[in-house]
């Protein structure tokens, strides 16, 4: 298990999350007008932890494994995946932890510009300061995401449709 040191100011909202055999403690904060909670680990840039090529690379290979998986709103198993859902299942498939939903998942790095993304790395789209898409940078633009309804598992670029920011996993 990996160590971070967490820094959100004067409130701390200290949560316990239990996945499968183990259990982690996610410090996060509320949201304001919303029951949401939005993990943000502010790690300090000289202790960071990214992930290692090896572990980027196993990533992109199990979202390509999914290429063809039906949009299902809520998905996030063989069958059917929305957008965040695809994301937590490829990291969990490789032993990663990753939060359920865009709007925790893009607390989880270090927000990067856009072209500064790697592969492995997050794109996030937003409409008017929201986050309602997450989709996996392969380089170069290119990204696998589940779309939208009625729509599958597929490639994108950012030339066709823009992130506005990128995250650099931890």
Not at 70 to 88: A, K, L
Not at 162 to 167: E, I, P, W
């Given at each position: 298990?990996?160590?971070?040191?967490?820094?959100?100011?004067?409130?701390?909202?200290?949560?316990?999350?239990?996945?499968?055999?183990h259990?982690?403690?996610?410090?996060?904060?509320?949201r304001?007008?919303?029951?949401?909670?939005?993990?943000?680990?502010?790690?300090?840039?000289?202790?960071?932890?990214?992930?290692?090529?090896?572990?980027?690379?196993?990533?992109?290979q199990?979202?390509?494994?999914?290429?063809?998986?039906?949009?299902?709103?809520?998905?996030?198993?063989?069958?059917?995946?929305?957008?965040?859902?695809?994301?937590?299942?490829?990291?969990?498939?490789?032993?990663?932890?990753?939060?359920?939903?865009?709007?925790?998942?893009?607390?989880?790095?270090?927000?990067?510009?856009?072209?500064?993304a790697?592969?492995?790395?997050?794109?996030?789209?937003?409409d008017?300061?929201?986050?309602?898409?997450?989709?996996?940078?392969?380089?170069?633009?290119?990204?696998?995401?589940?779309?939208?309804?009625?729509?599958k598992?597929?490639?994108?670029?950012?030339?066709?449709f823009?992130?506005?920011?990128?995250?650099r996993?931890?």
């Open positions: 298990m990996k160590h971070f040191k967490y820094q959100l100011g004067t409130i701390v909202c200290i949560c316990m999350a239990s996945f499968s055999i259990t982690q403690v996610v410090y996060g904060q509320i304001e007008n919303s029951s949401d909670i939005l993990v943000r680990p502010l790690v300090a840039t000289s202790t960071a932890t990214y992930l290692s090529d090896a572990e980027r690379y196993a990533i992109i199990e979202g390509t494994k999914l290429l063809g998986q039906p949009y299902v709103w809520g998905g996030n198993r063989i069958g059917g995946f929305d957008c965040s859902g695809f994301i937590e299942y490829i990291f969990n498939r490789n032993g990663k932890y990753m939060p359920r939903t865009t709007q925790q998942q893009q607390y989880f790095g270090d927000k990067i510009r856009i072209d500064q790697l592969p492995g790395d997050l794109y996030f789209f937003e008017n300061g929201e986050v309602y898409h997450v989709a996996l940078a392969l380089g170069d633009g290119a990204y696998i995401h589940s779309p939208s309804p009625g729509r598992v597929s490639y994108g670029h950012i030339s066709r823009q992130a506005q920011f990128a995250l996993v931890l």
